[in-house]
């Protein structure tokens, strides 16, 4: 989905931790794992219009990477090649993030 949509339009951000969440099935082997998964939720008129999802760690875990997207999947599983993508993403609207 393209973000031109949402250009001038405010974006509320809510941020929960959940359960039973498709990450706790990758990471219930990890000891530092705490069983619980970080979500923020992009919001617009009340209609959820994306987010991103990270699993939390005990404080000293050292946890690195990225986040996944509200249903647990890599940006690789939503959009394929993420270089190509990112390259696309930074010709259209000139920034690198």
Do not use: C
Request: net charge positive.
């Amino acid at each position: 989905m393209s973000p031109d949509r949402y250009t001038g339009k405010k974006i509320n951000i809510e941020i929960f931790q959940v359960k039973n969440h498709p990450l706790n099935k990758v990471y219930k082997q990890d000891s530092d794992f705490l069983g619980k998964i970080k979500v923020k939720a992009w919001i617009i008129k009340g209609m959820v219009i994306g987010g991103t999802s990270f699993p939390v760690f005990k404080k000293d875990a050292g946890m690195s990477g990225g986040p996944y997207s509200l249903e647990g999947k890599t940006p690789e599983e939503v959009k394929g090649d993420i270089n190509k993508w990112t390259k696309k993403f930074e010709k259209k609207y000139g920034e690198k993030f």
